[in-house]
Every structure is written in C-alpha cells, then in structure tokens.
C-alpha cells in the first residue's frame, strides 16, 4: 500500500490547515519486544538531593487540610526524624505543603506503596504489600469535608477530594495487598489533556476497565541495574522523568511538571543508591556456596550474577515463555491500552521518556529478594521454597498482613501463610473474603517460572540459602 508523493504533500497541506489534529490518529504504539533492554542515557543526580527532595517536596501535590487531618486524628505510623519542619511529624507516608493560597495540606507520598515494614522498621524502596485498597476511597476523602473551616480550606478540600473521587472506582480491588497504581494512573490520564494538562472534569478519553489486575511493588533498589521501568518494561528513555508520572494527580499545569522534575533526576540516583537489607539471621555459607553454583548453571541467564562478578542481563521474556499470569503483559500490549500510551508519548513525560510495553515481564534483580515476599508480578506466590517448587504453591491462601519477624518464616522466605480448601467464593464473609489469594481468578495466577522444578530437594535448599545473601 505505498503512498504517492502528490498524496503526501496534499496530505500535509491539509494537516497543516486543519491545524494538525491528525498525527495523534495517525500515530502508532510502538511495543517492545522481548529480548534484552538496552541502556539509554540517563540525566546525572544527587542521590542525597534526591532522599530530601523524596521526603519533603510536594510532588503529589494536593491533600487534605491540616487542621482536618489533625482532627481526624494521626497514625503510630513510624515518622523519619531527619525531615523537615512538619514533615518530622507526620507519619512517613505523609507530606505537609503549603498551596499558592495559602493553606497547609497533607498528601500521602510515594512511600505510601513503596515504604514497608519488617520486624517495626521502615524500609524505604520496599513495596508495602499489606495495603488495603478493597473499599471506596472516595467516602473517606468526602467525609474529611465536614472538618474543615475557612472557605481557602474548604477550596483546597474540595480540589482534593475531587480527585479522588475520580480515581477511587479504578482502583478497587477485590484482595489485600494487590496494588491498583497503574489502573490509577491510567484513570488520572484519562482526565489531563496531554498537552496542556488541563484537568477536565469530565473524561477526555475511555476510562480504564474498573477490573483492576493484581500488582506487587516491586523494590525501589532494582533501579540501581534495571534500563527501564515496570513489570514489563514499559519505561524507557530517561527513566526519571518517566517515575514521577504520578505527579499528574494534582499538577495542573506543564510548568508544575517541570518543577518536580527538576529534582527527578535526583530522586532516581537515590533510588539506584539504595542498597537492600541484609538477611537478619543465620546463614549456612557452605551450603550457600553450592547453591551459588546451581543458581549460576540454571537462573544466571535470566537473573545475572551477584557479588564480585556482578552482571545483570536486563532480559525480558516473554509472557508464553515465562508462564505466569500473562494479564499485565497482554492488557498493554494487545492495543487495548494504546489510548495512553499515546497519550503519554505526545505529552511533556514523552519529551524524553517513552512508554513502549512489552508482551512479556522482566526477569528482575534478585538482590534483597528474602523481603520483597510475596512473588512474581502478581504477588501470587507467597514464598521462595514453593516459588521453586511450583507443585508445592498454594492456590488459595491466606496471610495475616504481619510485619514482624514473627510473622516471617525463615525456612522459606516469604510471610508466613495459610492454604485454604476453598477460594472467595467459599468464604463464609467480606472480611474472609478478602483476605484469601484466589489464584483461580482472572489476573492471579500462580502458573509458570518452573525453573526451579526439575531441580533435585538439595539443590533448591541450597539456592534458597544462596537466596539469602543477595
Ligand atoms: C498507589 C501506590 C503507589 C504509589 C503512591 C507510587 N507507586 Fe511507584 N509503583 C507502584 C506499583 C504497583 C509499581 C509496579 C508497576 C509495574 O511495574 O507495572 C510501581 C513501580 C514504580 C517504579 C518502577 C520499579 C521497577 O522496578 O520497575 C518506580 C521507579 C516507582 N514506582 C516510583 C514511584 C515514585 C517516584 C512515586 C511517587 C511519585 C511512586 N512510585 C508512587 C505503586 C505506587
Ligand atoms: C528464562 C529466564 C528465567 C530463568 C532461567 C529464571 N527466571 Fe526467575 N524470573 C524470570 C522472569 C521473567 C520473572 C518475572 C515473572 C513474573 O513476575 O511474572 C522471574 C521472577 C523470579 C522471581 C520473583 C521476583 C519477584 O520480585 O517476585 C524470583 C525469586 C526468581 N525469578 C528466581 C529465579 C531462580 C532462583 C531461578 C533459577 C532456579 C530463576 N528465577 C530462573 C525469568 C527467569
């Protein structure tokens, strides 16, 4: 179907009069294959500027009053001594600001999914994989109205909640712990034109399914080898200006954008300094040697080597491959999502980043893997034994939603759980129900990485204590 020379410059005459509309219609998703992900060249940062800019800018913008906040009544959340001013108050999760109109505000921060717990000590970069995003969000945010006081606070409620209430029907899920960011994400996109970044009221686009696909948070510290963002390698370019596409929630305006990112840059060379916890107990390192050398002859290839001969290959295979839960991989790049990925590569994020999915999942950075339980893209897996050994992986189970070093199980690796005889729709109430990791449902299964299987006991007692010294 070649297209005549005449054809393209009357074409553009007509583009050009009619304003260039079309080139949006026009323009092509381009997808990722799977295969390697290549470096691309990354702004420099400060890793220090980057932890302060993390924990005190206001980079999600709007909130809820302070006084209202205040009389709603705090958290033991644990607070980060080393913020400023009324940040060194607030729970971790939480940033204090004042708008151009003068009102205090609290909006939750980034560290609200990605700040967890073990054994009562915040680990920043950590996934917090006990969030409950079951219930509405928007009735809490409406009901903060009733305390609030001067008209400028009742304003800035109003823009808040607002929101929320746009964002809370695509970010419901049906099981503790399953993050809804990206549905979010793409729900907020919906709403900003992407030139301008004009807030409509209305959608300006199809809204997201409400049917949200379960996601784990994956660690902050991977940023230190991964060439690009997310399960599926979705973010390239500069990876800075991609990650901080959560600012849309309030930015309401390019120039807000670009006052965020111009500390971007230094929030991701913090995220790359980060180093992992280490395993706080025992390990057998003779054992461990061994299960080097297995890991080395059979996950290498995917995962890379650890230690003095450190290499990351930054693979992504595909979905049919791999195995696991192909939903993530697929609801990006089956063209049922092509809306926002437009989106975002003609707006100021596409300047210099690019979202460009691939219908597969990166095989991850092992490094710190003991604590980022439970496993794979959709946290169906909720320990490193069964995880190499999917005949052992639970299909319905339950957890206590713990952080303490009771509630983790050494022997395995993951939070300690418990197998059930039957899935939600057994469960005798919403509580119950919630709680229970159905793998049978669409999105959840715990299918595929058999690498570990055709392994003898010894060898996987040996990567697992291999495992912990990562
Ligand atoms: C509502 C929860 C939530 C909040 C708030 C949040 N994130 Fe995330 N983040 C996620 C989830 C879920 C993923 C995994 C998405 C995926 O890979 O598909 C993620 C992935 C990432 C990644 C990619 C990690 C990797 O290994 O590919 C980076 C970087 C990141 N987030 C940075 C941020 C920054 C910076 C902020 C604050 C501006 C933020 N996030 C706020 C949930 C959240
Ligand atoms: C052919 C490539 C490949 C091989 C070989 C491989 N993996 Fe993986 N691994 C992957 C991919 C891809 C994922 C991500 C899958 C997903 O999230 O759906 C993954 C995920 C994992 C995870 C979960 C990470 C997380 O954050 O939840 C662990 C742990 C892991 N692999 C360990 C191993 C070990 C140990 C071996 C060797 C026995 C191994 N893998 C062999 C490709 C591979």
Request: contains cysteine; negative net charge.
């Amino acid at each position: 179907m070649g297209l005549n020379l005449p054809f393209i410059i009357l074409l553009c005459v007509a583009l050009l009069l009619g304003g260039c509309e079309s080139p949006q219609n026009a323009a092509k998703v381009e997808y990722s294959s799977p295969g390697p992900v290549p470096a691309e060249p990354q702004r420099p940062g400060d890793p220090e500027k980057g932890y302060r800019a993390l924990l005190n800018e206001p980079y999600l913008g709007c909130g809820m009053p302070y006084s209202a906040y205040q009389r709603i009544g705090g958290t033991g959340a644990p607070r980060i001594p080393d913020r400023v001013g009324r940040n060194a108050e607030l729970p971790y999760f939480l940033t204090a600001h004042r708008t151009l109109k003068g009102v205090e505000v609290v909006s939750v921060n980034c560290l609200a999914c990605h700040g967890g717990l073990f054994d009562g000590k915040l680990i920043i970069g950590l996934g917090n994989e006990n969030l409950d995003f079951t219930e509405d969000r928007s009735i809490t945010a409406e009901s903060a109205g009733a305390y609030v006081d001067t008209e400028a606070e009742a304003a800035e409620w109003r823009r808040w909640a607002n929101r929320v209430r746009a964002t809370a029907p695509y970010e419901i899920t049906d099981t503790v712990g399953a993050n809804p960011a990206i549905n979010a994400t793409l729900a907020l996109i919906a709403h900003r034109d992407p030139n301008t970044m004009a807030w409509s009221p209305q959608p300006l686009m199809e809204p997201p399914p409400k049917q949200v696909a379960p996601v784990s948070v994956p660690p902050w510290w991977r940023l230190a080898k991964k060439n690009a963002l997310y399960y599926n390698a979705e973010g390239r370019g500069d990876l800075a200006r991609a990650m901080m596409l959560g600012a849309i929630y309030c930015a309401e305006d390019v120039a807000t954008l670009r006052e965020i990112d111009a500390y971007a840059p230094d929030i991701r060379a913090y995220f790359a300094s980060i180093t992992p916890p280490r395993w706080p107990f025992g390990i057998n390192r003779e054992l461990a040697e061994q299960g080097r050398a297995v890991f080395e002859a059979t996950c290498s290839g995917c995962h890379g080597t650890y230690g003095e001969r450190q290499s990351y290959p930054n693979l992504v295979i595909g979905a049919a491959e791999v195995g696991t839960d192909p939903a993530l991989a697929q609801n990006a790049a089956d063209g049922s999502t092509d809306r926002f990925i437009l989106w975002f590569n003609r707006s100021f994020f596409g300047e210099i980043a690019r979202a460009a999915p691939a219908p597969g999942y990166i095989a991850p950075p092992l490094d710190g893997i003991w604590v980022t339980a439970p496993y794979l893209h959709n946290g169906s897996v909720p320990n490193l034994a069964v995880l190499l050994d999917s005949a052992k992986r639970p299909q319905y189970w339950t957890r206590s939603y713990g952080s303490a070093a009771a509630d983790y199980d050494s022997d395995t690796l993951g939070w300690r759980y418990t197998e059930l005889p039957y899935g939600k729709a057994g469960a005798k109430d919403p509580k119950e129900r919630k709680k229970i990791y159905d793998t049978r449902l669409p999105g959840y299964s715990n299918a595929g990485h058999t690498y570990g299987d055709r392994l003898s006991e010894t060898e996987r007692k040996a990567i697992l204590e291999y495992l912990k010294t990562l």
